[in-house]
């Protein structure tokens, strides 16, 4: 069933609070940042992106903080919301031979309690 | 807003069948994908295509694979004989920019592959 192969990490918050899903990336070479929230049986839906020359960025009720020293990217959600549980993953854009790929990390999934 | 179109959402195969997946990228983008994603695990690259060629594959994009564009608006990714393990959702992307600037890379809502 659903639960075959899920091995995801899994934050639960209560309806109002601060979330906050980290993700650690492995190349120095990755220049562009993106976090995508995914809904069950839905393709990956772009929340906020950040380039590799600035530290934060903020959107509506979401901020990204980027650590390019510890290669660390952080998704800040606040006053979290039912609406908003779903996996989040973090995704670097990694130049290849003069062009780019996406690669993904492993996906947080954020279960929002009433 | 624009979006990559996929169909069929769901297709069901027998084992050793050949499969097309479908994509209608976004229509002034040049930049396309394949990606995929084995339920409950993280989303997997597996081509890039650029300029009626690959510009780049992951391992997983064997000779089992291949992809095309085979007018001004499709892209799409054949699977060969498939396999039991073949079976995940399968996501096509497009962007803008070689850098995948703005809102970066945009993803269609996937087909649900189930190899049987």
């Known amino acids: 069933g659903e639960s075959v192969g899920l091995h995801l990490p899994t934050l639960s918050v209560q309806e109002g609070d601060n979330s906050i899903i980290n993700c650690a990336y492995s190349n120095s070479a990755s220049d562009y940042f993106i976090w995508y929230k995914q809904e069950s049986g839905k393709g990956p839906q772009f929340i906020i992106d950040i380039r590799s020359n600035m530290d934060k960025r903020q959107g509506q009720r979401v901020t990204v903080l980027l650590n390019k020293t510890v290669k660390h990217l952080s998704l800040q959600i606040a006053a979290t919301q039912p609406g908003d549980s779903a996996v989040y993953f973090c995704a670097e854009n990694r130049p290849s031979g003069g062009y780019n790929k996406l690669i993904f990390g492993a996906g947080t999934r954020l279960a929002v309690h009433p | 807003e624009p979006e990559v179109t996929q169909t069929p959402s769901h297709q069901v195969t027998q084992m050793g069948q050949e499969v097309i997946l479908r994509c209608v990228p976004i229509s002034n983008h040049l930049y396309f994908y394949w990606y995929r994603q084995i339920l409950g695990q993280k989303v997997e690259f597996l081509v890039s295509f650029y300029n009626n060629e690959i510009s780049e594959k992951s391992e997983i994009f064997d000779d089992q694979f291949s992809v095309e564009r085979p007018d001004g608006s499709n892209f799409t990714l054949k699977i060969r004989s498939t396999k039991l393990e073949d079976s995940a959702m399968y996501f096509c992307?497009?962007?803008?920019?070689?850098?995948?600037?703005?809102?970066?890379?945009?993803f269609g809502s996937g087909t649900r592959l189930t190899v049987v």
């Open positions: 992307a497009s962007s803008e920019a070689r850098e995948g600037q703005g809102k970066g890379y945009t």
